[in-house]
């Protein structure tokens, strides 16, 4: 089996270079044979790397300790979920993973272009034109001369921009395939066998790996990383093609989306796993590996939402393009500090010298985009011009420079130790504090703009629409930080924090009902035609505004819960038999301490009852377990979460005197609503990813195409 | 020898599959020419026009835009409109 997954990569490797040759040669010839026979190699490429993940896996159920990867990893004793996870546990495994995902999106892009190419070509059949033409949509516009002129013909043009774009993007695609295969093939291969004897028994799983979120956090997070080397392809393809038009933006907005919510989902994973298994009580540390996840979702964001000047202006073309680079960069920077042990982390897999292999595959994508830029930065010229600071297009740049700011200092506080280290011989790690003092007011800003941005109109604001939109959020704003205050917050960022959430929420509260009134009014809403029913009406119109709306009341949440952390409060202490510890409005009462043994682990547990004002509550269990095939030890942390805090409990060890065992006890408000606003989140990316469902092409508003046509004078007289 | 005997014999199918899919299969698409993509990518953006009046409307009718607001955007709007329908009309 091992033999057989050492020649798919390697056959995987033949067929991603072959695909990226041919591609090359195909398109600089104009051979449509050799263009479809490239982009059949790239979809080849996916089920035989499959055939290599279906070995290793086999490999790892059948416990297989002859391969080095199997024994280093796994162990006869440990669960079949975790058997699978053993699959992204490790260096060459979770590089094989990354190329089995990346294979995975070129085969999804490419059949979607194949699907796309055929629906086109229904679309745009003789018969089916004809048909397009008399619809009303059509008729408003002036008869073009070309046969493709047709409203319907326009609704194709993303799936244009799609097909058109493929044969490139499917090189591009290809040539990263070729980096990682050649890592798989050459630098980190999962089937290598064992130089010595084979071991009974396989050095396990890591213990801090054993747990729910570990099985989906690592995917969840290489399918946002992974995900982003497709806009990438397509931008980058538009770029050198020159393609006309805006549509290819569209295509790279919509896989960026894509990857955007694997990332948000993987992080937010990554930072439960955390609050969960790691035990300190927390959830985000700044650790190098953390950052290095939120780096190329900073820049994703930023250009999630500057995407919408070039779509709507023909604005920020060079800023656009350079954030889906800067995005793939960011990502391959992240998989090179997590794998080469440039930086220390909790999460970084051992020292390796994969890190040459990275360096210069980043100089050379780093290159490669320079170059597409230098040669086509006329293709990227703006149509427009800001003509205003107070417009929705002032907006998004402030929101774009503040993400880019946030991006520049983590970027720093994340190498800063490699620099020193170069500079002064000795690695300084600029800690926590550098990160929360520069990130914290900058977020907070960045709050203030989610809640600015929508109610801005674009071009130029009056002062009287100003005042209309922004007097109702401002008054709650402002009651909500003086509730806070009254309500005994005294850490000023916490209240400010409290206070933008009440103004953002009212401007999103208000987008929404003020939209549905206008649904209501023109008799919309179904036929009950009460609020409900025009607000979905409103939201279904249009998915990717009130979408983002919904991802926008998640971060809300997110930072809600953020906020919350300014009040925790922690204790720690010896818990005999019946012993009591105070925390928040909770007494804890040491009931019991068990033993346990498996095959996997031996553990030990505490029974601490909750008293509230004297009432019990619930009975928790926190425990320490040790794992017999790493011989680590690691604690399971009891957490009972409400709405108002979580009660987070600790089985710190035993007093080295007494024997008795240490609890160190938690006080976390608002901790759930973090994960509340990350489900908000995701369910609102997935609303702003489906289509709208309002019609499309006739000229809005009694404006029509022979009107705008016009000279300007007749059209305003 | 066995193992090894049959690990050839996958490699040889799995290799043969993989040819038989790349040699089959039709040819690729061709584009547009530079003339019709110039035209799409003009209709493209007369219809993104139409998509932003259509919203300058929407949030006029919400309350959300004053009249002063409204009516310059909606000009703005209605002159990229006339610009862009003009060059379809000369290209075309």
């Not at chain 1, 516009?141 to 044969?167: C, K, Y």
């Not at chain 1, 993007?169 to 798989?184: R, T, Y």
């Not at chain 1, 959830?283 to 709507?312: C, G, I, R």
């Amino acid at each position: 089996m091992q033999l057989f997954g050492s020649f798919a990569i390697l056959l995987a490797l033949v067929l991603a270079g072959y695909g990226v040759l041919a591609g090359i040669f195909g398109l600089a010839r104009g051979d449509s044979r050799l263009i479809a026979s490239a982009q059949r190699a790239a979809m080849a490429v996916f089920p035989v790397v499959t055939v290599a993940v279906v070995c290793l896996v086999g490999l790892i159920l059948r416990n297989d300790f002859t391969v080095a990867y199997v024994a280093e990893h796994s162990n006869r004793a440990l669960p079949f979920y975790y058997k699978i996870a053993v699959l992204w546990s490790g260096q060459e495994g979770s590089l094989l993973f990354w190329t089995w995902l990346l294979s995975g999106y070129a085969f999804i892009a490419l059949l979607g272009a194949r699907r796309k190419a055929r629906g086109i070509a229904q679309a745009t059949a003789p018969g089916n034109l004809a048909a397009a033409t008399a619809g009303a949509g059509a008729a408003a516009l002036p008869v073009p001369a070309t046969r493709a002129a047709t409203d319907e013909e326009e609704a194709l043009s993303p799936r244009l921009a799609h097909r058109n774009l493929m044969p490139l993007a499917a090189v591009i695609l290809g040539a990263i395939e070729c980096f990682f295969l050649l890592l798989n093939n050459f630098a980190a291969s999962p089937f290598v066998t064992l130089p010595v004897a084979t071991p009974p028994d396989g050095n396990g799983l890591n213990p801090l790996l054993q747990y729910a979120q570990m099985v989906i956090h690592p995917p969840m997070l290489y399918l946002g990383y992974v995900g982003f080397s497709v806009p990438f392809a397509f931008c980058l393809a538009a770029l050198i093609k020159r393609y006309p038009g805006d549509r290819w933006i569209h295509v790279t907005r919509r896989w960026t989306m894509v990857a955007w919510l694997f990332l948000t989902i993987g992080i937010v994973l990554g930072g439960n796993w955390a609050y969960r298994v790691l035990g300190w009580g927390g959830y985000w540390a700044w650790d190098p590996v953390e950052n290095a996840a939120f780096l190329p979702w900073l820049t994703a964001t930023a250009f999630l939402h500057s995407v919408m000047m070039q779509e709507k202006r023909g604005m920020l073309k060079v800023w656009n393009v350079w954030l889906v680079f800067a995005t793939f960069l960011l990502a391959v920077f992240g998989d090179f500090i997590t794998r080469t042990g440039l930086v220390a982390s909790v999460h970084a897999f051992a020292q390796s010298d994969i890190g040459p292999w990275f360096v210069a595959f980043f100089i050379v994508a780093l290159l490669v985009c320079g170059w597409a830029y230098f040669r086509n930065r006329d293709f990227l010229k703006s149509e427009n011009a800001l003509e205003s600071t107070v417009s929705r297009e002032s907006g998004f740049l402030f929101n774009n420079f503040i993400l880019l700011v946030i991006t520049f200092a983590v970027l720093w506080g994340t190498v800063f130790p490699v620099v020193s280290e170069w500079i002064e011989g000795q690695k300084i790690d600029v800690g926590r504090v550098f990160f929360d003092r520069i990130n914290v007011p900058l977020f907070l800003f960045l709050l203030f703009l989610t809640g600015v941005g929508p109610l801005l109109a674009w071009r130029r604001t009056s002062l009287n629409s100003l005042k209309r939109n922004f007097t109702a959020p401002a008054v709650v704003g402002v009651l909500v930080a003086a509730a806070s205050l009254l309500g005994g917050v005294r850490d000023p960022y916490p209240i400010v924090c409290f206070g933008l959430a009440g103004f953002v929420l009212t401007t999103i509260a208000m987008e929404f009902t003020r939209g549905a009134a206008v649904i209501r009014r023109r008799g919309g809403g179904g036929i009950l035609g009460g609020w409900p029913a025009a607000l979905t009406q409103l939201t279904l119109r249009n998915t990717r505004r009130y979408g983002g709306y919904i991802v926008h009341v998640g971060i809300i949440l997110i930072a809600i819960g953020i906020a919350g952390s300014g009040l925790n409060q922690q204790t720690q202490g010896a818990m005999p038999y019946h012993a009591h510890m105070r925390i928040g409005p909770y007494t804890l009462v040491s009931e019991n301490y068990t033993q346990n043994d498996n095959a996997n682990y031996a553990s030990n547990s505490l029974e601490v009852a909750v008293e509230r004002g004297g009432q019990y509550v619930t009975t928790m269990y926190p425990a320490r377990r040790f794992y017999k095939a790493s011989n680590q030890d690691q604690s399971m942390v009891a957490i009972r979460s409400t709405p108002l805090a979580d009660l987070y409990l600790v089985y710190a060890g035993n007093d080295p005197s007494s024997g008795d065992p240490i609890l160190h006890a938690y006080w976390n408000p608002l901790m759930v609503w973090i994960w509340i606003g990350a489900i908000v989140t995701a369910l609102g990316t997935l609303l702003a990813m489906l289509p709208n469902r309002r019609p499309s092409g006739g000229a809005p508003g009694g404006v029509n195409a022979r009107a705008a046509a016009a000279p300007v004078e007749e059209v305003h007289a | 020898m066995g193992t090894g005997l049959v690990a050839a014999f996958a490699c040889v199918f799995l290799t043969v599959m993989v040819a038989y899919f790349l040699l089959t299969g039709g040819e690729a698409q061709l584009e547009d020419s530079p003339r019709e993509a110039e035209l799409r990518a003009l209709r493209e953006r007369k219809r993104t026009i139409y998509d932003n009046l259509r919203d300058l409307h929407f949030e006029f009718l919400a309350g959300k835009l004053g009249e002063e607001d409204y009516r310059r955007g909606r000009g703005a709007l209605e002159q990229e409109a006339a610009q862009v329908t003009r060059k379809m009309e000369g290209r075309a």
